[in-house]
């Protein structure tokens, strides 16, 4: 069994598949505050590619990042997130969708699988695909193979999920470096980096978000009440993810609980403030 070190260095890779346009899921990436690019992925689709200083460094595995990262975005917004893995002994994903319970399988680099098959049928029901033909192809590859590696593996799963309009550009291929996959995205004309958000001046006229777009409302520093709630029900997520994450030493789980409690607590200073105001 491989130790918890081979799961990180500079071999190691993550992407992010979020179910909405690149315009919907900026602002909520910002949150994360990591350095990532955002590219189209597909219809309805986007990719986020992190450039991976959390595994490269040695501090987390990838697997744990990439489901806290995955989990933080999908309880903040109202589209799921699925994220895909990989290091040198392992390759896998998880997809985490609002407050459930987030759900993934896990493949060893030489394609044999190591995780429950009823995994996927949760998946394919989470993500809408059809029970019977994405279902029984999804079941495939979590049969023995003696020819198919873990990237091929993956490769599969994207095959499955172009029917529900992933279509991931093809120098954006799960296995390959972070740094070189984030370098191929930034390449591409449609693609855009993720910065960290400032705090936004009060009064002004510029609004990062927009109160006229879908998540607008959502957003911590509009202070409505759509947005209060949010903050409750993050507040509520994260200490059970940070006490977990805690407790099992797990660093991803207690990465995102740490991310929703201050994303909560931000969100109700907001409101507080407006209220005042």
Do not use: I, K, N
């Not at 179910?19 to 899921?25: H, I, K, N, Q, Y």
């Not at 044999?112 to 098959?117: M, S």
């Not at 279902?135 to 095959?159: F, H, K, N, W």
């Amino acid at each position: 069994m491989s130790t918890e070190a081979a799961r990180t260095g500079p071999a190691a890779g993550a992407l992010l598949l979020c179910r909405a346009a690149p315009g919907r899921v900026a602002p909520v990436a910002d949150l994360l505050r990591e350095p990532m690019q955002l590219t189209p992925a597909g219809d309805a689709w986007s990719v986020l590619v992190p450039e991976g200083r959390p595994w490269q460094d040695g501090a987390e595995p990838v697997d744990r990042v990439a489901t806290g990262w995955a989990t933080a975005l999908a309880v903040g917004a109202p589209w799921p997130v699925l994220a895909l893995w990989w290091d040198t002994d392992h390759a896998g994903f998880t997809l985490a969708s609002g407050f459930r319970r987030p759900v993934g399988f896990v493949w060893l680099a030489s394609g044999v699988p190591a995780g429950e098959d009823e995994a996927m049928r949760t998946f394919a029901a989470r993500m809408g695909l059809d029970p019977v033909p994405d279902v029984r192809d999804l079941y495939r590859l979590t049969e023995p193979d003696s020819a198919t590696d873990a990237r091929s593996r993956l490769r599969g799963l994207l095959a499955v999920l172009a029917r529900a309009g992933v279509s991931l550009p093809a120098e954006l291929a799960p296995g390959e470096p972070a740094g070189r996959l984030r370098e191929a995205a930034a390449r591409r004309l449609d693609s855009r980096p993720v910065e960290r958000p400032g705090r936004p001046e009060a009064g002004a006229e510029h609004d990062p978000v927009g109160h006229h777009t879908r998540l607008g409302p959502w957003m911590p520093w509009t202070g409505s009440p759509t947005a209060r709630a949010l903050a409750l029900a993050q507040l509520a997520a994260g200490l059970p993810l940070l006490v977990r994450g805690l407790r099992r030493r797990g660093g991803g789980w207690a990465t995102a609980g740490a991310l929703l409690l201050a994303h909560g607590a931000l969100g109700l200073t907001y409101g507080l403030a407006r209220r005042r105001d």
